[in-house]
Each structure stands twice: as C-alpha cells, then as structure tokens.
C-alpha cells in the first residue's frame, strides 16, 4: 500500500501488482487505510508548486486507469483523486495544458484516447442522470465509503477525456481554449494545409457536439478559402505588368468567428505598405466591394540577407522582419529613432533587436545604438546577448479575452440595472445565464468572473454597489 504511488507512475507495467493488491483488498479491511495512504502521497509528492502541471495531468491520466483495475466501482478513485482535481482547477495553464495534449500528435497519452474514436459524446457535470442506468440487470450498489451526492453514473465512467473536462464541470472552457489554440497554430505556422487540425476537429466534434464547434469549422473554411483566393491573386499579379516589389501571401479571417488577436504596433517599410495596397487592390477586384484591414504585426517572413562574407536565410515575425528591413536605409540606428520611425514600444523593439544581435546580424556600437555587422568576426561573444528566441503569441493573453467577453455583457447589465433600478450579483447572473448565455457558441461568465467585473465598473464610476447591490449611477453625480 505504501507504494501504491509508484505502481501507479510505472502502470500499465505495474499491472500484476495491482490485481494482487486487489485481491488482498478484498480479503482485507484496508480500504480506508490504502485511500488516506495514497491522497497522502498525491498531496506531498505531486500537489505542491514545483510540479509542473503536465507532470500532475500525466499522473492524474494513470492514476485514472490504475485505480479501475483496482475497484471497478471507482469509489477509490474518486475519494482518492478529488485533491488533484480541486489543484489543477487552481492553475491557470490546467486548461491548455489538457487541450494541447489531446491535439498534439506527440502526446501519446491523451491523443491516443482522442483518436480511438470514440462516439460517445461528453456531458457536463450538471447534466449527468444520477439514477438513470442502462444496464439495470447488471446493477450493483455502491460500496458504503461512496459520496451519495455524487451520481454513480459519472464515478463509473470509464472515459479519460470526459473525467479531464469535467474537472471544471463544463465543456464551454475548453471548446473556448481549443478555438484559441486552433487560432495560434493557423497563424504561428501560416500554412495553408489543414488536414491534421481538420481530422482533430471532426474527432472533437463527436465528443463536444457539433454546436460548441461552430466557430472552428469558420476558421479552418477561411484558411481553406484563403488558399484559393491567394492563388487567384497571385495569378492576376503574375499576368500584370507592374509586380510588387515583395511577394506577399495573405491569410483573410472572418473576424467575428476568431477569438481576440494581440494588437500591437508597427509601421511598416514603404516597400512592404506598398506590396501590401497592391494586394488589397487585387482582392477588392475579386470580391468587389470587399476590402481587407490589415493586421501588420501577424504572420510569418521569409528573409534573406546579403551581407559582405555571408548570406543568411531566416523565418521570423513581422516586427522582427521590419526592424532589420529599416536597417537598409541606414546602417546605424539609435534606440530612441528606430522606435520612433516603426511606432514601436522600446521593450518590444529591444527584443527585437535582441533577437538579431543574438543571430550575429546586428552589433551594440555604444549605449542604445546598433549598427550593421557586415563581416563575421568569429571572436565575437554572443552568449551575453538575451533575446526572445520564440515568437509571440498571435492571440490576445486570456485575461485581456475574458474582460473582451465579459463587457459583450455590459449592454446587457446596463438594461437590466435600467429598468429594475438595482440587483444584487446573483440576480445579474441568473438573468444573463437566462438572456445573454444561452447559445451554444455565447460567451459564458461564473459568478466569481461576473464579481470581479462588475468591481472594475464600480470602480471606474460605472457602476455604484449598495446594500449588496449594484446600480446605475444618477446623472449629474
């Protein structure tokens, strides 16, 4: 029992060990003995801030399939896993860190149980029927340190994705974050090829529902009708007289069905702005009164730069692409005039020329001037140069997208405190689950998220909070 924990790590290995300890077990009376003993073990070597959350998720997938064969019932599991689950619901990447496992074909553990296939379709905690069983000849009762407020229909699913979604009770977190990441794989790669997410997509749409994945199928079209678009144009460009100085590809978004881009700015140089009109110009003849706004600071660029020894090739973001590109009017730029000529916060473009120092391509002359380094000097020292080595992000942080989605609400509450004077929080949320939350593609807010969002409106004077409840401030005060 005291190393139930590693039988548990080295399971499916482990598995001869783990039918003999259930064969002492029910023999035994050492049940409750076994259940503290392991909770103990999760919470002092698994619960705690120095483990990473994928570590806990990998467990937590084991200790799923270990203990099934330990009791059919699953009782032990459930007495035994709801501190880790109560933990991973405190950690911010819990959430991605399950969305990007079952996505990524890498990931052995729960890709797999994505692409078995299976039909059965995930239900929300909520949603479960405590006493409806299908096989009612087959019944058994519960064993006697059961939750009786827990349906057994749920402690005896097998499914390893249901159990991870409902850690939150909810399927709509992460239908929310699989959009997200589904939106940062198209465009950090910017690849035109979508057969594997469109694979993945249909096998997620046979566990969360069609529905939920509405947006998702929007998104994959638009790469799919970017592809053809882009080749129309290319060979309208092809058969011109005129041809653009750089060759641009464009990725064209149906900005309703994508969740909230990283703004940033960036202007770019003249010979990009104009490759870029010509290719608006192009389009608009295609689509007729349609037009496209750009988003500068998203994509890929293929560079090549001509230096005197050496000729380097390099994919990098936008901004990365231009900071360099600005160095072709002049070889030496301070800080202070490079940020000013691309509209750039200094942070931002000290990562960027970060970046290029760390790649050998550009030198610090002095305090906050950098020049071209035209000839490689093999004794240069570049292990003190820090820079960002992966790009950003495309997505907005999911703070900066929840408090996106939450004032989507504000009109709402704003009729409500109008016409009902004041309400207490409860009230507000009831009244937008009944209202504002209802499709299955709306935005959706707890109680705690609402809390917090209706105290920055109070505080910004938007709103005023007494007696336990929020309204409207009077006009003129």
């Known amino acids: 029992i005291e190393e139930l924990f590693n039988i548990i790590v080295d399971y499916p290995e482990s598995l001869k060990a783990l039918e003999d300890l259930k064969e002492c077990l029910e023999k035994t009376d050492l049940r409750a003995h076994l259940i503290n003993s392991l909770r103990s073990s ?12 994928t570590d806990i998720l990998t467990q937590y997938v084991s200790a799923i399939r270990a203990l099934r ?3 059919t019932s699953g009782v032990i599991l459930e007495n035994v896993c709801e501190p880790v689950k109560a933990y991973l619901r405190t950690r911010d990447d819990t959430v991605r860190c399950i969305v990007t496992s079952l996505t990524d074909e890498n990931s052995s553990e729960l ?12 239900e929300d905690v909520h ?8 096989d009612e000849g087959e ?3 519960d064993p006697i340190d059961a939750d009786p407020s827990k349906p057994s229909k749920s402690r005896k699913s097998s499914d390893i994705i249901s159990m991870l979604v409902n850690i939150y009770g909810s399927r709509d977190l992460f239908v929310s974050e699989y959009r997200t990441l589904l939106a940062d794989r198209i465009l950090s790669s910017f690849n035109y090829d979508i057969a594997k997410e469109l694979r ?23 790469v799919a009708d970017s592809r053809r678009i882009n080749t129309n144009i290319h060979s309208k460009i092809e058969s011109s007289e005129q041809k653009p100085e750089i060759e641009i590809h464009g990725m064209i978004l149906s900005n309703v069905f994508w969740p909230t881009f990283r703004e940033e700015k960036l202007e770019l140089p003249e010979q990009v702005k104009s490759s870029m009109e010509n290719y608006t110009e192009q389009f608009k003849s295609l689509k007729g009164s349609r037009t496209l706004q750009w988003k500068p600071h998203l994509g890929l660029v293929e560079l090549e730069l001509e230096l005197e020894d050496r000729t380097l090739s390099f994919t990098v973001t936008p901004a990365r692409a231009a900071t360099i590109m600005y160095f072709q009017q002049k070889p030496r730029w301070s800080l202070e005039e490079l940020s000013s000529a691309m509209h750039m916060s200094s942070s931002m473009l000290r990562r960027c020329l970060g970046y290029w120092l760390g790649q050998g391509v550009l030198k610090q002359e002095s305090q906050d001037v950098y020049v071209v380094l035209e000839k490689n000097r093999g004794g240069q020292d570049l292990q003190d140069v820090v820079y960002d080595a992966e790009g950003e992000s495309a997505m907005a942080t999911s703070q900066d997208q929840r408090e996106g989605e939450l004032q989507i609400f504000w009109s709402y509450i704003v009729g409500m405190l109008t016409n009902l004077d004041s309400l207490p929080l409860d009230r507000i949320h009831s009244m937008l689950r009944m209202f504002a939350m209802s499709g299955p593609n709306t935005s959706q807010c707890n109680v705690d998220d609402l809390k917090r969002f209706l105290e920055k409106k109070v505080r910004d004077g938007e709103l005023q909070f007494v007696s336990g409840k929020y309204k409207l401030p009077r006009p003129g005060k």
């Open 139 to 141: 019944w058994m009762p």
């Open 127 to 134: 949603t479960l029927d405590s006493d409806n069983e299908d």
């Open 69 to 71: 064969v330990l009791d």
């Open 42 to 53: 999760f919470e002092s070597r698994l619960l705690h801030p120095g483990a990473e959350t």
């Open 111 to 122: 890709s797999e149980e994505l692409l078995q296939g299976d039909t059965k379709t995930i």
């Open 200 to 222: 993945y997509l249909e096998l997620l749409k046979l566990r969360f529902g069609e529905s939920h994945l509405q947006f998702c199928e929007v998104m994959l079209k638009d």
